[in-house]
């Protein structure tokens, strides 16, 4: 018999309760034994469903409070000194504070960095490693977590992150702590680790390397083969789990490691499953992952049985079937959703459904197709209407992108002579302040929000509560001394999902919610087809906002990129041609902007980096079409006008050049958490335009010194010329509230002030 499991499963609940719980914790209004009480429930939730599906082992371990690498930190005991923890076990606000800074109780302290998962929109927290780092096991939780699952009757399959890939994800700043000279201290603890979930009755352990489709310094290649070694005297199988991507030129070092089994991803990489198949040793299992855990769109069954069916025939019972990856990156359940038309909704399958899928190729393998008769009939027909839909394809929009010539990617004249009239126009001072675009999403905002989509207040009546807002908003940032504005974004529900709505091409959900990072959740837009703006999406409210101050008001809009990496996206045809269609109607709406009186445009793209291949190889054609993308977005105005862009939670090194390639006049970008470090690929680059680093992390509720963000800038400055420096935080502040919206914001403008009184001094030295 075929055996069929899961990598994870998506922990939020079908209606976030996992994200109302947490935050209802972190506000007092719950206690501890509340919000735990709600992770076991939901736990058991997504097991018993599972189960019900029909996998044979189902994932223990992929369930976390906040994020899975934290929890494999705080798992080995690697908190930070700054976090006071003394040894021992770790407790749940020192997690907290980890994650966030701040606590129920616990001194607050500076968040750890967070940074994307691999080429995923979601967020894991880097594990620091100091020169006194000492691994013990430090939490129970797995553990617990197992005789949980096993006391429902669950048939358990632990999972870990590897200890290769934790080291990886993880950073040091003392060489003397560098992540893979921990691995001989580290290895113990993963031993005990899985000697405990023997002695709990677990056979077969998921053990995730993901870095295995990566590309790998030798060192860390011969790290492998040392560290399996090591554990294959543990008491139970492991599952080698990789994804995201082909192993290429580590799938002789898969293959060959002393593992009982090793999972490959067949959606992304499926050229590789006859080479991986032929190279695995005769008593290992091939786990194929045949069900798109990154995507929402309906497997074909039938093809996937096509491919499946040899090598059935040629591994019997070492074939297991799983998703590609952990379904954490779609949304529970499309059964809640009542608001999709029926053709649309045929197209689709979310967590839920995709593990009925992976049942039903287990069903049709084992028991011939007809078993699986009705799975197979509703996915052909799905398969034939996505093909012949006419909703997919319109004449106008192949007609327009067929005229981009290169005149259109490109402004009128270099940075140095914009630069110039742009300073004229706006008369900005030193070290310029301004946000990254949204201001707090008040329960007033979200009630009005609510009422027009029930129908209980009218479109004009909607219209004028966030008109309100944003006088608000504007009134606010003149009081505190803001140089440029926004208008708060109080209209916007999601940074991707406000636009998509105005798109035609884009269709939504109404439960559809997948996590980013710890309790924030979004809500992905599906882009099925080609791409049009019926009418301008943000120039009226601009306008408004613009007439409210005589300071600069920022036009703010969702880069191309960012669109479709934020978006589940049509897979019909290649990425970069998607990509085209959005920024071809972005354009249309920066010059509409332009010519409504917006003399500063800012068009984020925080998901640039985000999209980067996985593998070196193939990163000169993405990052080429990525840049050219966002340029023809931006290239239609004159040079007066001041394109800005922001981006976060990203490496710069490795695309510094193409960062340069968008040639926009301002980038924002995510520096607090670092502390400046990040400014260091744009010093070495020598990058020419002007750089904002954020000087306060919004993602913490801790209020940022004046002293603080003065230090920062002072580090920014001996990167940056102090000329080409703005101030600003590292992202919007949606999430968090007013006050301490109006406490930040006036220590930044606070020490933006100090900054220009210490001109004619060297501010890379003063103070330090």
Same mark, same amino acid.
């Given at each position: 018999?075929?055996?069929?499991?899961?990598?994870?499963?998506?922990?939020?609940?079908?209606?976030?309760?996992?994200?109302?719980?947490?935050?209802?914790?972190?506000?007092?209004?719950?206690?501890?034994?509340?919000?735990?009480?709600?992770?076991?429930?939901?736990?058991?939730?997504?097991?018993?469903?599972?189960?019900?599906?029909?996998?044979?082992?189902?994932?223990?371990?992929?369930?976390? %409070?906040?994020?899975?690498?934290?929890?494999?930190?705080?798992?080995?005991?690697?908190?930070?000194?700054?976090?006071?923890?003394?040894?021992?076990?770790? !407790?749940?606000?020192?997690?907290?504070?980890?994650?966030?800074?701040?606590?129920?109780?616990?001194?607050?302290?500076?968040? @750890?960095?967070?940074?994307?998962?691999?080429?995923?929109?979601?967020?894991?927290?880097?594990?620091?490693?100091?020169?006194?780092?000492?691994?013990?096991?430090?939490?129970?939780?797995?553990?617990?977590?197992?005789?949980?699952?096993?006391?429902?009757? =669950?048939?358990?399959?632990?999972?870990?992150?590897?200890?290769?890939?934790?080291?990886?994800?993880?950073?040091?700043?003392?060489?003397?702590?560098?992540?893979?000279?921990?691995?001989?201290?580290?290895?113990?603890?993963?031993?005990?680790?899985?000697?405990?979930?023997?002695?709990?009755?677990?056979?077969?352990?998921?053990?995730?390397?993901?870095?295995?489709?990566?590309?790998?310094?030798?060192?860390?290649?011969?790290?492998?083969?040392?560290?399996?070694?090591?554990?294959?005297?543990?008491?139970?199988?492991?599952?080698?789990?990789?994804?995201?991507?082909? %192993?290429?030129?580590?799938? @002789?070092?898969?293959?060959?490691?002393?593992?009982?089994?090793?999972? =490959? !991803?067949?959606?992304?990489?499926?050229?590789?499953?006859?080479?991986?198949? #032929?190279?695995?040793?005769?008593?290992?299992?091939?786990?194929?992952?045949?069900?798109?855990?990154?995507?929402?769109?309906?497997?074909?069954?039938?093809?996937?049985?096509?491919?499946?069916?040899?090598?059935?025939?040629? %591994?019997?019972?070492?074939?297991?079937?799983?998703?590609?990856?952990?379904?954490?990156?779609?949304?529970?359940?499309?059964?809640?959703?009542?608001?999709?038309?029926?053709?649309?909704?045929?197209?689709?399958?979310?967590?839920?459904?995709?593990?009925?899928?992976?049942?039903?190729?287990?069903?049709?393998?084992?028991?011939?197709?007809?078993?699986?008769?009705?799975?197979?009939?509703?996915?052909?027909?799905?398969?034939?209407?996505?093909?012949?839909?006419?909703?997919?394809?319109?004449?106008?929009?192949?007609?327009?992108?067929?005229?981009?010539?290169?005149?259109?990617?490109?402004?009128?004249?270099?940075?140095?002579?914009?630069?110039?009239?742009?300073?004229?126009?706006?008369?900005?001072?030193?070290?310029?302040?301004?946000?990254?675009?949204?201001?707090?999403?008040?329960?007033?905002?979200?009630?009005?929000?609510?009422?027009?989509?029930?129908?209980? =207040?009218?479109?004009?009546?909607?219209?004028?509560?966030?008109?309100?807002?944003?006088?608000?908003?504007?009134?606010?940032?003149?009081?505190?001394?803001?140089?440029?504005?926004?208008?708060?974004?109080?209209?916007?529900?999601?940074?991707?999902?406000?636009?998509?709505?105005?798109?035609?091409?884009?269709?939504?959900?109404?439960?559809?919610?997948?996590?980013?990072?710890?309790?924030?959740?979004?809500?992905?837009?599906?882009?099925?087809?080609?791409?049009?703006?019926?009418?301008?999406?943000?120039?009226?409210?601009?306008?408004?906002?613009?007439?409210?101050?005589?300071?600069?008001?920022?036009?703010?809009?969702?880069?191309?990129?960012?669109?479709?990496?934020?978006?589940?996206?049509?897979?019909?045809?290649?990425?970069?041609?998607?990509?085209?269609?959005?920024?071809?109607?972005?354009? !249309?709406?920066?010059? #509409?902007?332009?010519?409504?009186?917006?003399?500063?445009?800012?068009?984020?793209?925080?998901?640039?980096?985000?999209?980067?291949?996985?593998?070196?190889?193939?990163?000169?054609?993405?990052?080429?079409?990525?840049?050219?993308?966002?340029?023809?977005?931006?290239?239609?105005?004159?040079?007066?006008?001041?394109?800005?862009?922001?981006? @976060?939670?990203?490496?710069?090194?490795?695309?510094?050049?193409?960062?340069?390639?968008? !040639?926009?006049?301002?980038?924002?970008?995510?520096?607090?958490?670092?502390?400046?470090?990040?400014?260091?690929?744009?010093?070495?680059?020598?990058?020419?335009?002007?750089?904002?680093?954020?000087?306060?992390?919004?993602?913490?509720?801790?209020?940022?010194?004046?002293?603080?963000?003065?230090?920062?800038?002072?580090?920014?400055?001996?990167?940056?010329?102090?000329?080409?420096?703005?101030?600003?935080?590292? @992202?919007?502040?949606?999430?968090?509230?007013?006050?301490?919206?109006?406490?930040?914001?006036?220590?930044?403008?606070?020490?933006?002030?100090?900054?220009?009184?210490?001109?004619?001094?060297? =501010?890379?030295?003063?103070?330090?």
């Amino acid at each position: 018999m075929t055996t069929t499991h899961n990598l994870g499963f998506p922990r939020i609940g079908h209606r976030r309760e996992l994200k109302f719980a947490t935050e209802q914790y972190w506000r007092g209004e719950i206690d501890r034994d509340t919000l735990l009480r709600t992770g076991r429930e939901l736990r058991e939730r997504h097991w018993k469903l599972q189960q019900a599906a029909g996998l044979d082992l189902i994932p223990v371990g992929d369930f976390s %409070l906040y994020d899975q690498v934290l929890d494999h930190a705080v798992m080995f005991g690697v908190v930070p000194r700054r976090f006071g923890h003394a040894g021992g076990p770790v !407790d749940l606000d020192t997690m907290f504070r980890m994650a966030r800074g701040r606590a129920p109780t616990g001194t607050p302290a500076a968040a @750890c960095e967070m940074t994307k998962w691999f080429d995923t929109n979601y967020h894991y927290l880097v594990p620091e490693f100091e020169t006194d780092t000492r691994f013990a096991l430090s939490s129970e939780h797995l553990f617990e977590q197992v005789e949980e699952a096993g006391a429902l009757g =669950i048939p358990v399959k632990p999972v870990l992150l590897g200890p290769l890939s934790f080291l990886w994800l993880g950073k040091s700043r003392d060489t003397r702590a560098a992540p893979l000279a921990l691995l001989e201290q580290l290895l113990p603890v993963y031993g005990e680790v899985l000697e405990r979930l023997a002695g709990l009755g677990a056979d077969w352990v998921q053990i995730d390397e993901p870095i295995l489709t990566l590309d790998l310094p030798a060192a860390w290649h011969k790290a492998f083969e040392s560290t399996y070694h090591r554990l294959q005297s543990a008491p139970v199988k492991l599952l080698l789990t990789t994804y995201f991507g082909a %192993l290429q030129d580590n799938l @002789c070092l898969a293959a060959n490691l002393p593992v009982a089994g090793l999972h =490959i !991803d067949a959606v992304r990489a499926p050229e590789q499953v006859a080479a991986v198949a #032929d190279w695995l040793a005769p008593h290992k299992v091939l786990s194929v992952g045949s069900v798109d855990g990154r995507n929402i769109w309906r497997t074909d069954l039938s093809a996937a049985l096509d491919r499946l069916e040899p090598l059935r025939e040629a %591994l019997g019972e070492r074939l297991w079937i799983a998703p590609s990856c952990s379904l954490l990156h779609v949304p529970v359940d499309l059964g809640q959703e009542d608001r999709l038309d029926a053709e649309l909704r045929s197209w689709l399958a979310f967590a839920t459904q995709k593990v009925e899928e992976v049942s039903a190729l287990k069903q049709a393998l084992d028991r011939g197709r007809e078993a699986a008769v009705a799975a197979l009939q509703a996915s052909d027909a799905a398969v034939h209407s996505r093909a012949r839909s006419q909703r997919l394809h319109r004449p106008e929009v192949r007609e327009r992108m067929a005229r981009v010539d290169a005149r259109m990617s490109q402004r009128q004249h270099p940075y140095s002579e914009r630069a110039r009239v742009q300073h004229q126009r706006l008369n900005l001072p030193a070290f310029p302040t301004t946000t990254i675009g949204s201001f707090p999403q008040t329960d007033e905002i979200r009630a009005a929000r609510r009422d027009f989509k029930a129908g209980r =207040i009218t479109a004009q009546a909607y219209d004028d509560k966030m008109r309100e807002q944003i006088a608000y908003a504007v009134r606010q940032q003149e009081d505190y001394g803001l140089d440029v504005l926004v208008h708060g974004e109080a209209e916007r529900n999601d940074m991707v999902e406000y636009f998509g709505e105005q798109l035609e091409g884009y269709a939504f959900t109404r439960y559809g919610w997948v996590q980013s990072y710890g309790s924030r959740c979004v809500k992905p837009p599906i882009l099925f087809g080609d791409v049009v703006r019926p009418h301008p999406m943000t120039v009226e409210w601009a306008r408004y906002a613009q007439a409210l101050t005589d300071k600069p008001m920022k036009g703010m809009l969702t880069g191309p990129v960012t669109m479709l990496q934020w978006a589940f996206v049509r897979d019909d045809q290649p990425r970069e041609e998607t990509c085209l269609q959005v920024a071809l109607a972005l354009r !249309d709406e920066v010059t #509409d902007l332009e010519a409504a009186g917006i003399g500063v445009i800012q068009i984020d793209e925080p998901a640039l980096r985000e999209g980067l291949p996985l593998r070196r190889d193939d990163w000169t054609g993405y990052l080429a079409w990525a840049a050219r993308c966002f340029r023809i977005a931006a290239s239609g105005v004159r040079d007066e006008t001041q394109i800005h862009t922001h981006m @976060c939670y990203s490496e710069f090194n490795d695309i510094i050049e193409a960062i340069a390639d968008l !040639d926009a006049d301002v980038i924002t970008i995510e520096t607090a958490r670092s502390d400046m470090e990040l400014l260091d690929a744009f010093h070495d680059f020598d990058y020419p335009n002007e750089i904002g680093p954020g000087v306060y992390d919004i993602h913490s509720p801790n209020r940022p010194e004046v002293t603080q963000m003065v230090e920062l800038m002072r580090k920014a400055a001996q990167r940056i010329p102090a000329a080409r420096l703005w101030v600003n935080p590292d @992202c919007g502040l949606k999430t968090r509230g007013w006050p301490e919206v109006e406490d930040s914001l006036r220590n930044m403008v606070t020490a933006a002030r100090q900054l220009r009184r210490m001109q004619g001094q060297d =501010i890379r030295t003063t103070g330090s």
